[in-house]
């Protein structure tokens, strides 16, 4: 089972940036599709990036041109990298797992999600 752990939120100013990680427990965690979501009051989960396990990448709406998600596969993390940070991105962001490694999130049982980051932009 994959297991996943977010860190690297918190508040910051409209403008400024975060690099958010997400350390991926190495048992089973080959041929993972690795995603970044995000949640916020009263919307629906925001898909925003995904990474695949050739090394492939995709954005979502929001994220394009902003956010950049990259891996570090020695250390079994997942990073998104926020700039130019407004307060409509404030949300819980979500590390997440497609074990498919299709990215195409369809089957949640095969889906595991981290427990999620809070970040805040101030205006």
């Known amino acids: 089972q994959v297991q996943l752990k977010e860190s690297g939120g918190g508040s910051v100013e409209s403008g400024g940036s975060l690099r958010l990680s997400c350390v991926v427990d190495?048992?089973?965690?080959?041929?993972?599709?690795m995603g970044w979501f995000r949640e916020a009051p009263g919307k629906e989960r925001e898909a925003l990036a995904a990474?695949?396990?050739?090394?492939?990448?995709s954005y979502e709406g929001s994220a394009k041109g902003r956010f950049s998600i990259s891996r570090d596969s020695a250390s079994n993390t997942v990073f998104l990298q926020m700039n130019s940070l407004r307060p409509e991105d404030t949300a819980m962001y979500l590390c997440?797992?497609?074990?498919?490694?299709?990215?195409?999130?369809?089957?949640?049982?095969?889906?595991?999600w981290g427990q999620g980051t809070q970040v805040t932009v101030s205006s």
């Open positions: 190495t048992y089973s965690s080959s041929n993972v599709c």
């Open positions: 997440a797992a497609d074990r498919s490694g299709s990215c195409s999130w369809w089957d949640d049982d095969l889906n595991v």
């Open positions: 990474i695949r396990s050739d090394g492939s990448i």
